[in-house]
């Protein structure tokens, strides 16, 4: 058998009391969260007004590259990079090929 735990009496009146702060505490929370929801509700609504201002583009938009800030050590290890991915999906696509073009040759004299 187990014994229920016991707890000391409290006057109802104190619990009452701490119950309505809580409340209280709770109620300015969702005060807050409220206010905060209407202001991102109108800048929502602001950036929509926006949008809906200026008519979406049509057509394709040209892009020109001026400047790339990279320091030489970085691009030199995109580069090399670069050089061997190109390298391995040769060798690969070779590798796939390369048994496809000797049976051609071997069946087609």
């Known amino acids: ?7 000391p009496a409290q006057n109802p009146v104190a619990l009452l009391q701490e119950q309505v702060l809580r ?3 709770i109620y300015q929370a969702q005060q807050e969260q409220i206010y905060l929801l209407r202001e991102q509700n109108e800048r929502l ?3 929509l007004r926006a949008l809906a201002s200026h008519p979406p583009s049509s ?3 040209r892009v020109q590259v001026e400047h790339i800030d990279m320091r030489f050590s970085v691009l030199f290890n995109f580069i090399f990079k670069l050089i061997w991915a ?4 040769g060798l690969v696509v070779a590798l796939i090929l390369s048994p496809c073009l000797i049976l051609s040759a071997i069946w087609n004299p």
């Open 86 to 89: 190109y390298l391995l999906a």
């Open 23 to 25: 409340l209280s505490e």
């Open 45 to 47: 609504a602001m950036a």
């Open 1 to 7: 058998m187990s014994i229920p735990p016991t707890t």
């Open 59 to 61: 057509g394709l938009t």
